[in-house]
């Protein structure tokens, strides 16, 4: 099931220039759009497809498109979500910096369907060879009359500009990014409004993720129906999916959604299997925010079906025995992996990330942190790990925007799937304090130490 | 005019009143507590999320519950709107865990606070909170709290 969408055509080079991928029949959707179809019509395309959101919620992309205010009178703004900083995606990263007109393709027929003159592409400040590249993409479409005024002698005008973040990960979320974007401290609004109402500038604002965007084009050009046949069930199209971790060939892969779990870790088109031979531990299959699974779950679901790479297959079970499909950053972890390390690990992330404007997030984030490092360096009690589990509870739906779940998510997956370790962790301070890695049966067989 | 019922006692409103203003209205225990929200503050409110409450029937034209609790001061009313306060066990758990949270890093030197017995967050953890701590680390140096309306100093 080797489908290429998003990295078609990608090994050729020099296809970051326009002249290379236009000779490779780029930009063919623009003249399509713009002359031949209404507006309307693009977004009635894109609802056939079944696109859904990529950059995390898979919110599908003609419904987000449908919401915009259309009795406004005010202009309306296309936003491209590029400030990518989940851990352990870097999916948009790499479409960016290889092939960054389709994203600026994509960009002008989704701007043309929502009748807006002036999209923003909103960069990661940390992306700075990105932002080069992007400017540089841009400068050739605006010579090539791609961009500006009278795009292809349609009547139709478009400016696109590049704006560059600081490295905040909560501006990834679309209110916190609108905020940032408008020059603001980047703190998310309280929904609604939502953007397709009030927005950028408070006019009505679209704003979509890269891997989102750089679909269009196909759609555009092969028609929704055809992209609608691609995939499984609701969960149509190809995905980008980043995978890393304890496996052989980290990287980038463009899967069609449908393929099992197992092939994708232990083929060798994809992951390769986990490095070193070793037994695989868990896997987290859409970036850190989303719950991890053991490997008995994530390869079969609790109904003992295969598990799919798809938005419905990972959810499968809820959060007890599923995950989600999320952004596509496949983290693997190996037998020798220490989940309460990485628990920790992400806790302190979030704890750094909190924008700090809701009382949940900001104090319940920080106490989450401080307790698991203290199980984290030996010092835990056993009714730490319940308190952890309350604490995450706790702060999860009461906050203004998702960084409160996303951060109480993984904490509380972890301790449900490898409580035992946490255990562990508590009644063998000296171990813990000695040794940083391992899993727990390693010890055991190491030792002469038995768990309570 | 929009009707709007909290906790089983209704009242009607003007449109573009807030949740909170229609409780305060309404007057009673049905007003949800609010430590960050002020009327004359403009774009106040919304961020501490004592105030949040169930809202069990959206509208009469659009009847679903909202999926999640909302903010009270910062969420207008419809017409039609069913809200619950202290009569939705969901609402009292939450508020329980903001408050816990709210004093998570508050020195809590209630006996020889100038503002003791005239502070709206000590009448808050009075009602909402819990006489035991779960927290174990070290409390940072007496400071001023985030919320903007406390003013112990």
């Known amino acids: 099931m080797e489908r290429k969408i998003i990295l078609e055509n990608i090994e050729i080079e020099g296809i970051r220039s326009l002249e290379v991928y236009r000779q490779n029949g780029g930009y063919k959707s623009v003249a399509k759009a713009l002359k031949t179809m209404t507006p309307d019509e693009v977004v009635a395309e894109v609802k056939t497809s079944g696109l859904r959101g990529r950059g995390g919620a898979g919110f599908p992309t003609g419904m987000k498109w449908g919401f915009i205010d259309k009795k406004s009178n005010n202009p309306r703004y296309l936003v491209c979500n590029a400030d990518e900083s989940e851990p352990g995606t870097f999916k948009d990263r790499y479409l960016l910096q290889h092939i960054p007109h389709r994203l600026i393709e994509g960009m002008i027929c989704s701007a043309y369907a929502l009748g807006s003159n002036k999209a923003y592409i909103y960069v990661r400040g940390e992306f700075k060879a990105i932002i080069g590249i992007l400017n540089e993409a841009i400068?050739?479409?605006?010579?090539?009359?791609?961009?500006?005024?009278?795009?292809?002698?349609?009547?139709?005008?478009?400016?696109?500009h590049v704006h560059t973040g600081a490295g905040a990960y909560i501006c990834g979320e679309e209110t916190a990014l609108l905020e940032s974007l408008e020059g603001k401290r980047g703190n998310p609004r309280l929904k609604p409004p939502f953007p397709a109402i009030k927005g950028l500038y408070d006019c009505p604002t679209v704003v979509n993720n890269v891997e989102t965007l750089a679909n269009i084009g196909w759609i555009v050009n092969n028609g929704g129906e055809a992209y609608s046949k691609i995939g499984i069930g609701r969960s149509t199209g190809t995905k980008l999916i980043s995978a890393c971790g304890n496996i052989n060939n980290p990287g980038v892969y463009e899967i069609e959604m449908g393929l099992t779990v197992e092939e994708f870790i232990y083929s060798e088109k994809y992951c390769g299997g986990?490095?070193?031979?070793?037994?695989?531990?868990?896997?987290?299959?859409?970036?850190?925010s989303v719950p991890i699974l053991p490997k008995n779950l994530i390869l079969n679901t609790l109904a003992g079906e295969k598990r799919l790479m798809s938005y419905e297959s990972?959810?499968?079970?809820?959060?007890?025995?599923?995950?989600?499909?999320?952004?596509?950053?496949?983290?693997?972890?190996?037998?020798?992996?220490?989940?309460?390390?990485?628990?920790y690990n992400f806790s302190r992330f979030y704890h750094h990330e909190s924008c700090g404007q809701c009382?949940?997030?900001?104090?319940?984030?920080?106490?989450?942190?401080?307790?698991?490092?203290?199980?984290?360096?030996?010092?835990?009690?056993?009714?730490?790990?319940?308190?952890?589990?309350?604490?995450?509870?706790?702060?999860?739906?009461?906050?203004?925007?998702?960084l409160g779940d996303a951060a109480s998510w993984p904490v509380a997956a972890a301790i449900r799937h490898f409580r035992s370790e946490f255990e562990f962790h508590v009644a063998n301070p000296e171990i813990v304090k000695n040794v940083k890695h391992g899993s727990l049966e390693k010890y055991l067989e190491n030792s002469t130490v038995t768990v309570e | 005019m929009f009707k709007v019922t909290i906790d089983n006692k209704s009242i009607e409103v003007e449109q573009g009143t807030t949740i909170l203003q229609a409780a305060r209205l309404i007057g009673g225990d049905v007003v949800p507590p609010a430590m960050?929200?002020?009327?004359?503050?403009?774009?106040?409110?919304g961020k501490c999320r004592t105030c949040m409450v169930r809202v069990a029937q959206g509208s009469t034209a659009d009847p679903r519950p909202m999926p999640k609790l909302v903010a009270s001061c910062r969420t207008e009313v419809m017409d039609g709107m069913v809200v619950e306060n202290l009569?939705?066990?969901?609402?009292?758990?939450?508020?329980?865990?903001?408050?816990?949270?709210?004093?998570?890093?508050?020195?809590?030197?209630?006996?020889?606070?100038?503002?003791?017995?005239?502070?709206?967050?000590?009448?808050?953890?009075?009602?909402?909170?819990?006489?035991?701590?779960?927290?174990?680390?070290?409390?940072?140096?007496?400071?001023?709290?985030?919320?903007?309306?406390?003013?112990?100093s």
């Open chain 2, 87 to 152: 009569t939705s066990p969901q609402v009292v758990d939450a508020r329980k865990a903001v408050v816990e949270f709210l004093l998570l890093n508050h020195p809590l030197d209630c006996p020889v606070c100038d503002q003791a017995g005239e502070c709206d967050l000590q009448n808050l953890s009075y009602e909402n909170g819990s006489n035991e701590s779960r927290f174990e680390e070290e409390k940072p140096q007496p400071m001023h709290t985030l919320l903007p309306l406390c003013v112990c």
């Open chain 2, 36 to 45: 960050c929200y002020h009327s004359e503050l403009k774009n106040s409110g």
């Open chain 1, 139 to 160: 400068k050739e479409s605006y010579k090539a009359g791609l961009l500006g005024k009278n795009i292809l002698g349609s009547g139709y005008d478009l400016d696109l």
């Open chain 1, 274 to 288: 986990v490095k070193g031979g070793k037994e695989l531990k868990a896997v987290i299959p859409g970036g850190s």
């Open chain 1, 314 to 343: 990972l959810s499968e079970g809820g959060f007890i025995s599923g995950s989600m499909l999320g952004s596509g950053g496949f983290i693997v972890y190996d037998e020798d992996a220490c989940i309460v390390r990485n628990t």
């Open chain 1, 359 to 402: 009382s949940p997030c900001r104090e319940g984030t920080s106490w989450m942190e401080s307790v698991l490092h203290r199980i984290e360096n030996g010092q835990g009690k056993m009714k730490d790990i319940d308190l952890l589990v309350s604490i995450a509870a706790k702060i999860e739906g009461n906050t203004i925007c998702p």
